[in-house]
């Protein structure tokens, strides 16, 4: 137990060191973000006035318009900065949720770039531990699940709509009342589940490198599993079949674009 709780610390404490990295990153843009703007301004004012002949425009601006003496800016500001900041769309991003950590499992996600507007998305998580052996106490379980996201503008910023679907195996028992039910208290349930769903998430963007979205998922899972007295090498009780539909999916997630 005691090594299970030191795991699990050290899981929080590195999520805590990313969440406080993650407010002084977004303190910097923000303190830096007025004078990248100002640098766009500026330049793109001496381009399309033509007060200088050796105007500098921006490469990553797609399609600019045609000279025309006198012009004023088309880009307002607020739409300077952003740009500024996506100079490159990223290929890949490695993630983590903060909302396992409550069940004190390790997850891992790998994101990659199919086209302008899509994403493959692949988290893995583990929860390997037995809270107490006495009492048989675990929440053991894999669970993956894969998906396909589209992106509302860009990959990795703002609005995304996905599918995905979900494998899992699981060993539980004994678990609290509340949250959970007398039955999952009383017994040990060990089995798998396969099924799919559709989610809805937004990408915040807080650096060229760190961001942050939430996402929240409704499906439909296929459950078979045998169902065992909470005791350890207790004889199975009965094979049970279930169907869910719900919730599926739910994320936190802190990632690193690369």
């Not at 318009?65 to 769309?89: E, F, V, W």
């Not at 559709?198 to 961001?211: A, C, E, F, K, T």
Request: proline share 6%.
């Amino acid at each position: 137990m005691l090594k299970i709780l030191t795991i699990w610390l050290a899981n929080i404490a590195v999520k805590i060191i990313l969440f406080f990295a993650f407010l002084l990153l977004v303190l910097k843009v923000k303190a830096d973000e007025g004078q990248k703007t100002a640098f766009l301004v500026h330049h793109f004012t001496l381009y399309e006035t033509g007060s200088k002949t050796d105007a500098y425009m921006p490469e990553f601006i797609p399609n600019p318009k045609p000279y025309k003496p006198g012009r004023k800016s088309s880009l307002s500001n607020k739409q300077l900065a952003p740009a500024y900041r996506m100079r490159q769309t990223p290929h890949y991003a490695l993630k983590t949720n903060a909302l396992f950590d409550l069940t004190t499992s390790l997850n891992l996600g790998l994101e990659l770039r199919l086209q302008r507007q899509i994403t493959l998305d692949l988290p893995f998580t583990l929860n390997p531990w037995t809270y107490n052996k006495l009492e048989n106490t675990k929440f053991k379980f894999l669970l993956f699940q894969p998906g396909l996201r589209y992106w509302d503008c860009e990959v990795f910023n703002g609005h995304f709509f996905g599918v995905h679907g979900h494998y899992a195996y699981f060993n539980v028992g004994h678990l609290p009342t509340p949250p959970f039910s007398d039955t999952m208290n009383r017994h040990r349930f060990e089995g798998e589940l396969l099924g799919a769903g559709i989610s809805y998430g937004y990408h915040w963007l807080i650096s060229p490198r760190w961001s942050f979205e939430a996402e929240i998922g409704l499906g439909y899972a296929r459950l078979w599993y045998g169902k065992y007295p909470c005791q350890t090498c207790a004889k199975l009780i009965s094979n049970e079949k279930k169907h869910y539909l719900g919730v599926t999916r739910a994320g936190l997630n802190f990632i690193y674009l690369f």
